[in-house]
């Protein structure tokens, strides 16, 4: 199975920027216009291929999760620990964010979702460089990088259900 970086060609790297991945995806796509394939089935299929890569690439999370399960012993990617710590304090920021939801106070709103951006800003960081130690570290030490990469991304999920909830909340009460 090939992977979303393999599809469109770039490098199997956290830190690629939107303009290479829709630069990549576009000069793959225009390889696969139908008027250019014999089957249109074919150019369908394909099409299909590039666009979920392209999207897969798109969202760092998923594009830091492809890129695990890439580097990562398989077993990596069925682990659901949590950084140290990180439960209690999603717990409490769990519990100031449903107050601010019922209550429906749009300022304690906002204050929550720019919480949430800056911790997914943060996680981003810290996946992002997590990802470029790797090649410099030896094979041995790959699997115990590859878990705190997990946990790490663990964390980062837990964030973006937050920034959802809190996103669907505010498109309902507009």
């Known amino acids: 199975m090939c992977s979303?970086?393999?599809v469109l060609g770039l490098p199997e790297k956290f830190d690629l920027t939107e303009r290479q991945i829709e630069s990549a995806y576009m000069s793959r796509a225009s390889t696969t216009h139908p008027d250019l394939l014999d089957a249109t089935e074919d150019a369908e299929l394909l099409s299909a291929v590039l666009n979920k890569a392209r999207q897969c690439l798109l969202n760092p999370e998923s594009r830091a999760q492809e890129l695990l399960r890439?580097?990562?012993p398989p077993e990596t990617m069925s682990d659901t620990s949590l950084p140290e710590g990180f439960?209690?304090?999603i717990m409490d920021a769990r519990m100031g964010m449903e107050m601010a939801l019922s209550s429906e106070d749009v300022d304690e709103i906002e204050r929550w979702r720019v919480w949430a951006q800056t911790q997914r800003t943060g996680y981003m960081e810290q996946?992002?460089?997590m990802f470029e130690s790797l090649p410099s570290i030896g094979?041995?030490?790959i699997h115990k990088k590859a878990h705190e990469i997990k946990q790490t991304l663990n964390a980062?999920?837990?964030i973006e259900r937050m920034r959802n909830q809190l996103d669907e909340h505010m498109d309902i009460t507009q």
């Open 87 to 89: 439960l209690m304090d």
């Open 156 to 158: 980062w999920r837990y």
């Open 127 to 129: 996946v992002g460089g």
């Open 70 to 72: 890439i580097l990562a």
């Open 139 to 141: 094979d041995a030490e």
């Open 4 to 6: 979303a970086f393999q």
